[in-house]
């Protein structure tokens, strides 16, 4: 089984993520977030800095998923939390022209080489929910991030995931407060489970 989770900043992939993986005894493979030298500059100054911040992402996020490829690896189950193709979705809001179309590049020559999940969860969420839990997690370089730019985020994720061409299940998170309660934990679990069985994935 290969299950990932996905969706806009502070929506909550990464908390899911570890309790999947936790129920399932799956092995979880975690994004590099804070590790990425140019993100907090990214920040302060996006046009500057949004570029390296990309290429970092990609190359990284590249390194990650093609090792699920490589027998001996990973053991069994895998539960990321993170799409390869989010990347795409952030450089098509942040790079333009001679960047982008260098970074389209990079991507499409990557892309192919990776697994296919066997379902991805998109956890979506209104602007405020996002920025409050933004706000909570406490990222210093996270701090004075806009609605605006999450608004349109989130928008660009309902685009892409409209015409998804995988396994796809969509939870409004607003409806489930699985970090601070156990019932709303369990009921999602239950409901992700329960759509892998369906598809005849293993679990």
Not at 126 to 136: C, H, P
């Amino acid at each position: 089984m290969y299950l990932v989770v996905e969706g806009p900043i502070g929506v909550g992939k990464t908390s899911l993520a570890r309790r999947l993986a936790t129920r399932s005894g799956a092995e979880l493979n975690l994004e590099v977030v804070e590790e990425n030298p140019f993100l907090a500059h990214f920040y302060a100054a996006p046009e500057t800095y949004a570029f390296q911040v990309q290429v970092f992402f990609l190359l990284s996020r590249f390194k990650q998923l093609s090792a699920l490829a490589q027998p001996g690896l990973w053991s069994g189950h895998v539960v990321s939390d993170y799409l390869f193709d989010k990347d795409f979705i952030f450089a098509a809001m942040n790079l333009k022209d001679a960047e982008f179309a260098l970074y389209e590049d990079l991507y499409a020559h990557l892309s192919p080489r990776l697994p296919t999940p066997d379902l991805v969860v998109y956890l979506r969420a209104d602007t405020d929910l996002l920025l409050s839990r933004i706000e909570k997690r406490g990222r210093p370089f996270e701090q004075d991030m806009q609605g605006a730019y999450l608004q349109e985020l989130t928008h660009r994720y309902d685009e892409y995931f409209r015409t998804y061409p995988g396994r796809l299940l969509t939870v409004d998170a607003s409806h489930y407060d699985f970090v601070e309660s156990e019932t709303d934990e369990q009921a999602l679990l239950d409901r992700i489970y329960g759509e892998l069985q369906a598809q005849g994935a293993a679990v």
